[in-house]
């Protein structure tokens, strides 16, 4: 089935930008994080639901990945610190100085064992999810663009039986990881995915903002934007590129011009059916495509670009981390030929990242 | 003028002179060099580092972290004590001795086109007067008339609000050497067919004829012709100061393999060779969208070539007599819109003055927490101007004659912020 209504069904409104989230298995809870540093929960199925602050000093600046692992969220930010709450507690338990530059992402492995961490020092870390112990620094990714400017490092996934890793930079360069060995064993370009504007405004845009592997881990697919005329905006095609990763060849290569913007986030459905994009530009989209032929089955948006989305173990529900909100959205399919997994409760958070 | 044109010059630089001479007697100079030595060799260079585009105050002279406005970026201390700027600029932050920081940039007009314009000139637009821009003026009043180098250097290689300006009221003899395309001046060689041999033949020839015309019609415009033609000489001869390949290898590794660090390179050379005025413009900084990512690219440029360009004037000694200036059209604001993004705002933004007469290590004027509106030191952009003019020893006062009008060189009402001043 590939969903075919979409519905916002609530909204709660603040004044950050919320750029991160995840919630419990009974969606009953959910965690964002975002522009004022801190970490809040919600009751979701409260009438009017109130958010509540974690305690401790986490963050000094944007928190800008989340994974759950059991009682605890782990976050990551701009300020290269790596966080752990407790749920139950709803306090800051530890905290790690994780990378020298600004932290872009976080993904955990499928048996909540590890977490992966990406920032501009241009590294991936390896960390013990448990302890907090340091188990390996991939380094890959190229510390300055072709133009000698920064580079930066936004994208990073795993796959569903946890033995791949993928990283994603600015300049359209992916490298696949063995989890086991932390060795390289594939590398990707997509450099329609990086616009430098050498010409008129003289500096860049764009990147890997996304990535996700097949369910089973043979297909990679990669979003972001594609070629931007006009660099001030995020006026170019939301780009999608899915790879035999480990032949190197691309079987779909997709750009949307009706919503146009970044793809921040993919989702992969576990049936291999369709693929749910998320992102934007001033605004946001939610785009599903069919995974066969890369058709654009159905597309929604909202006020407000989307940073990311967390999708429920049925999914038929998900949650968006948005400019100035929260939102919550049901998925409906016209036909119900799926029987929907069942939800692994130490990693029904983590679906899709 | 994208490439220099010996004769359109030489007949810009005589119908300049000629309508300098016969409009205005404070730009009369051109005919009276003895005078113009006394009132403009003043050995007083600039380099104003145009932002164009208009960079955000908030990630590099004003941070605000830690507020909604804020942005993800922190402040770092500086070398002066309990002056704080944006992390994206680390080495500046080490290097603000000889630096001010005005953080109360009040000038209202977020229009490109308008800002530029308010920012070029120091006044908004008046009806019937074409004010020259603040490379014309300073090209004026530092320049020397027998100068073998150009006057006014404008280094503008993006597009993207590409401007020329105008020396309006000054004439055609103040617009600058326009450089867009390639940073060595086009068509400023001796054609193939002519020998130097020749042409320094022809041109004693010429002088030869000038001064029996001279001597026989007393007319002040031949004098300004004949200099106008030395320059020209003087001007096809400097072509050298363009070619950074002149520099040994560590000084072109130390300015960095950008473009901009390039030019900022060209503008050193320049200014050390005399040119009173040289624009190296930093296009674009008009970050509405991934306002964050923008300025990750463009600080780090600004940063290091701002601060490389500092420590070679001062290890030449020629920061005392240069002053380096950086602008824009307007800020940013401190809202962040959807795509991460900051638009235009000119309530309360930053610029910098460094070296000749400025007191640095200054941090003048204050925003408000969240940077939205000056709170102390409000400073529009002719008070910016007077103070540029205050730092070079040109009086703020000074007034030029248009016709029969008096047009003084900073706005009227603007004031000189004595709190730079060193």
Same mark, same amino acid.
């Not at chain 1, 959910?30 to 522009?35: E, I």
């Not at chain 1, 510390?143 to 994208?155: R, V």
């Not at chain 2, 800002?115 to 603040?134: T, V």
């Given at each position: 089935?590939?969903?075919?209504?979409?519905?916002?069904? +609530?909204?709660?409104?603040?004044?950050?930008?919320?750029?991160?989230?995840?919630?419990?298995?009974?969606?009953?809870?959910?965690?964002?994080?975002?522009?004022?540093?801190?970490?809040?929960?919600?009751?979701?199925?409260?009438?009017?639901?109130?958010?509540?602050?974690?305690?401790?000093?986490?963050?000094?600046?944007?928190?800008?990945?989340?994974?759950?692992?059991?009682?605890?969220?782990?976050?990551?930010?701009?300020?290269?610190? &790596?966080?752990?709450?407790?749920?139950?507690?709803?306090?800051?338990?530890?905290?790690?100085?994780?990378?020298?530059?600004?932290?872009?992402?976080?993904?955990?492995?499928?048996?909540?064992?590890?977490?992966?961490?990406?920032?501009?020092?241009?590294?991936?870390?390896?960390? +013990?999810?448990?302890?907090?112990?340091?188990?390996?620094?991939?380094?890959?990714?190229?510390?300055?663009?072709?133009?000698?400017?920064?580079?930066?490092?936004?994208?990073?996934?795993?796959?569903?039986?946890?033995?791949?890793?993928?990283?994603?930079?600015?300049?359209?360069?992916?490298?696949?990881?063995?989890?086991?060995?932390?060795?390289?064993?594939?590398?990707?370009?997509?450099?329609?995915?990086?616009?430098?504007?050498?010409?008129?405004?003289?500096?860049?845009?764009?990147?890997?903002?996304? &990535?996700?592997?097949?369910?089973?881990?043979?297909?990679?697919?990669?979003?972001?934007?594609?070629?931007?005329?006009?660099?001030?905006?995020?006026?170019?095609?939301?780009?999608?590129?899915?790879?035999?990763?480990?032949?190197?060849?691309?079987?779909?290569?997709?750009? +949307?011009?009706?919503?146009?913007?970044?793809?921040?986030?993919?989702?992969?459905?576990?049936?291999?059916?369709?693929?749910?994009?998320?992102?934007?530009?001033?605004?946001?989209?939610?785009?599903?495509?069919?995974?066969?032929?890369?058709?654009?089955?159905?597309?929604?948006?909202?006020?407000?670009?989307?940073?990311?989305?967390?999708?429920?173990?049925?999914?038929?529900?998900?949650?968006?981390?948005?400019?100035?909100?929260?939102?919550?959205?049901?998925?409906?399919?016209?036909?119900? +030929?799926?029987?929907?997994?069942?939800?692994?409760?130490?990693?029904?958070?983590?679906?899709?990242? | 003028?994208?490439?220099?044109?010996? @004769?359109?010059?030489?007949?810009?630089?005589?119908?300049?002179?000629?309508?300098?001479?016969?409009?205005?007697?404070?730009?009369?100079?051109?005919?009276?060099?003895?005078?113009?030595?006394?009132?403009?060799?003043?050995?007083?260079?600039? =380099?104003?580092?145009?932002?164009?585009?208009?960079?955000?105050?908030?990630?590099?002279?004003? $941070?605000?972290?830690?507020?909604?406005?804020?942005?993800?970026?922190?402040? =770092?201390?500086?070398?002066?004590?309990?002056?704080?700027?944006?992390?994206?600029?680390?080495?500046?932050?080490? @290097?603000?001795?000889?630096?001010?920081?005005?953080?109360?940039?009040?000038?209202?007009?977020?229009?490109?086109?308008?800002?530029? !314009?308010?920012?070029?000139?120091?006044?908004?637009?008046?009806?019937?007067?074409?004010?020259? *821009?603040?490379?014309?003026?300073?090209?004026?009043?530092?320049?020397?008339?027998?100068?073998?180098?150009?006057?006014?250097?404008?280094?503008?290689?993006?597009?993207?609000?590409?401007?020329?300006?105008? #020396?309006? !009221?000054?004439?055609?003899?103040?617009?600058?050497?326009? /450089?867009?395309?390639?940073?060595?001046?086009?068509?400023?060689?001796?054609?193939?067919? =002519?020998?130097?041999?020749?042409?320094?033949? @022809?041109?004693?020839?010429?002088?030869?004829?000038?001064?029996?015309?001279?001597?026989?019609?007393?007319?002040?415009?031949?004098?300004?012709?004949?200099?106008?033609?030395?320059?020209? @000489?003087?001007?096809?001869?400097?072509?050298?100061?363009?070619?950074?390949?002149?520099?040994?290898?560590?000084?072109?590794?130390?300015?960095?393999?950008?473009?901009?660090?390039?030019?900022?390179?060209? #503008?050193?050379?320049?200014?050390?060779?005399?040119?009173?005025? %040289?624009? %190296?413009?930093?296009?674009?900084?008009?970050? *509405?969208?991934?306002?964050?990512?923008?300025?990750?690219?463009?600080?780090?440029?600004?940063?290091?070539?701002?601060?490389?360009?500092?420590?070679?004037?001062?290890?030449?000694?020629?920061?005392?007599?240069?002053?380096?200036?950086?602008?824009?059209?307007?800020?940013?604001?401190?809202?962040?819109?959807?795509?991460?993004?900051?638009?235009?705002?000119?309530?309360?933004?930053?610029?910098?003055?460094?070296?000749?007469?400025?007191?640095?290590?200054? %941090?003048?004027?204050?925003?408000?927490?969240?940077?939205?509106?000056?709170?102390?030191?409000?400073?529009?952009?002719?008070?910016? !101007?007077?103070?540029?003019?205050?730092? /070079?020893?040109? $009086?703020?006062?000074?007034?030029?004659?248009?016709?029969?009008? $008096?047009?003084?060189?900073?706005?009227?009402?603007?004031?000189?912020?004595?709190?730079?001043?060193?």
């Amino acid at each position: 089935m590939i969903p075919s209504t979409l519905k916002k069904t +609530d909204e709660w409104k603040s004044s950050e930008i919320v750029f991160c989230l995840t919630h419990s298995a009974d969606l009953k809870q959910l965690w964002c994080a975002g522009s004022d540093f801190k970490v809040y929960q919600y009751d979701t199925s409260a009438e009017k639901p109130e958010r509540q602050a974690f305690e401790g000093e986490g963050h000094t600046s944007y928190v800008t990945g989340m994974v759950r692992q059991s009682d605890s969220l782990i976050t990551c930010g701009y300020d290269g610190q &790596l966080c752990w709450w407790s749920i139950s507690e709803k306090k800051l338990i530890r905290k790690i100085a994780a990378h020298e530059r600004w932290g872009r992402a976080i993904a955990g492995s499928p048996d909540a064992t590890k977490i992966y961490t990406i920032a501009d020092d241009m590294l991936c870390k390896v960390w +013990d999810a448990g302890s907090g112990e340091l188990l390996g620094t991939l380094q890959e990714h190229a510390a300055q663009t072709p133009h000698h400017f920064p580079s930066m490092l936004y994208a990073v996934t795993t796959s569903s039986d946890g033995k791949w890793l993928a990283t994603g930079d600015r300049i359209g360069h992916t490298a696949v990881w063995n989890t086991e060995t932390l060795e390289k064993v594939a590398e990707i370009e997509t450099p329609v995915m990086y616009t430098w504007d050498p010409r008129a405004r003289r500096h860049s845009i764009g990147g890997i903002r996304s &990535l996700a592997f097949s369910p089973d881990g043979n297909e990679l697919a990669i979003g972001g934007i594609g070629k931007i005329g006009n660099i001030d905006h995020l006026g170019g095609p939301a780009r999608l590129e899915v790879f035999d990763w480990q032949k190197g060849e691309r079987r779909l290569e997709i750009e +949307d011009n009706k919503k146009k913007g970044l793809i921040e986030q993919i989702i992969w459905s576990p049936n291999n059916e369709w693929i749910l994009t998320a992102g934007g530009d001033h605004n946001g989209f939610l785009t599903f495509y069919d995974v066969e032929t890369g058709d654009l089955v159905h597309q929604d948006g909202q006020s407000g670009h989307i940073h990311e989305i967390s999708v429920g173990p049925d999914f038929d529900e998900l949650f968006i981390a948005a400019h100035e909100r929260v939102a919550r959205w049901t998925m409906e399919a016209t036909s119900t +030929d799926e029987t929907p997994p069942e939800p692994d409760e130490s990693t029904d958070d983590d679906a899709g990242k | 003028m994208n490439l220099l044109n010996r @004769r359109a010059m030489l007949k810009a630089a005589g119908a300049g002179t000629t309508a300098a001479a016969s409009n205005m007697a404070a730009v009369d100079v051109l005919s009276q060099p003895a005078l113009a030595k006394e009132l403009t060799r003043k050995g007083k260079n600039v =380099i104003l580092l145009w932002l164009a585009g208009g960079a955000s105050q908030l990630e590099t002279w004003d $941070p605000k972290p830690g507020r909604p406005t804020g942005g993800p970026f922190a402040k =770092i201390q500086t070398s002066i004590p309990g002056v704080e700027i944006s992390e994206l600029l680390p080495k500046m932050s080490t @290097r603000l001795d000889e630096t001010a920081i005005i953080r109360s940039l009040n000038t209202k007009i977020a229009d490109h086109g308008q800002g530029y !314009f308010l920012m070029d000139r120091g006044r908004r637009a008046e009806p019937g007067l074409e004010y020259p *821009h603040l490379g014309a003026i300073l090209a004026h009043e530092l320049g020397q008339i027998d100068s073998q180098v150009p006057d006014y250097v404008s280094m503008y290689t993006s597009t993207e609000g590409r401007r020329q300006g105008s #020396a309006g !009221f000054l004439g055609a003899r103040y617009n600058p050497m326009f /450089l867009t395309d390639k940073m060595i001046p086009e068509d400023i060689q001796l054609p193939d067919s =002519i020998t130097d041999t020749d042409h320094n033949d @022809r041109a004693a020839l010429r002088r030869v004829l000038s001064e029996n015309f001279a001597r026989q019609t007393r007319d002040p415009g031949i004098n300004s012709h004949e200099t106008a033609y030395e320059r020209v @000489r003087g001007l096809m001869a400097s072509d050298h100061l363009f070619d950074v390949e002149r520099e040994p290898q560590a000084m072109r590794d130390a300015y960095g393999p950008t473009q901009f660090g390039r030019q900022c390179l060209v #503008a050193r050379r320049l200014v050390e060779a005399g040119v009173p005025f %040289v624009k %190296v413009a930093r296009a674009w900084w008009d970050s *509405h969208g991934q306002n964050f990512e923008t300025h990750r690219e463009l600080c780090a440029d600004l940063d290091h070539c701002m601060s490389t360009l500092l420590d070679d004037l001062k290890q030449r000694g020629l920061l005392e007599t240069t002053l380096v200036i950086t602008l824009g059209e307007f800020g940013r604001t401190p809202k962040i819109n959807g795509s991460l993004g900051r638009d235009h705002f000119a309530n309360a933004w930053s610029c910098t003055l460094s070296g000749c007469g400025i007191q640095g290590g200054t %941090v003048f004027g204050k925003t408000d927490a969240d940077g939205q509106t000056v709170i102390d030191g409000e400073m529009n952009a002719g008070d910016l !101007f007077a103070t540029i003019f205050a730092a /070079l020893g040109i $009086p703020p006062d000074k007034e030029y004659m248009v016709g029969s009008r $008096p047009i003084p060189i900073a706005d009227f009402g603007s004031e000189p912020c004595q709190e730079v001043l060193s």
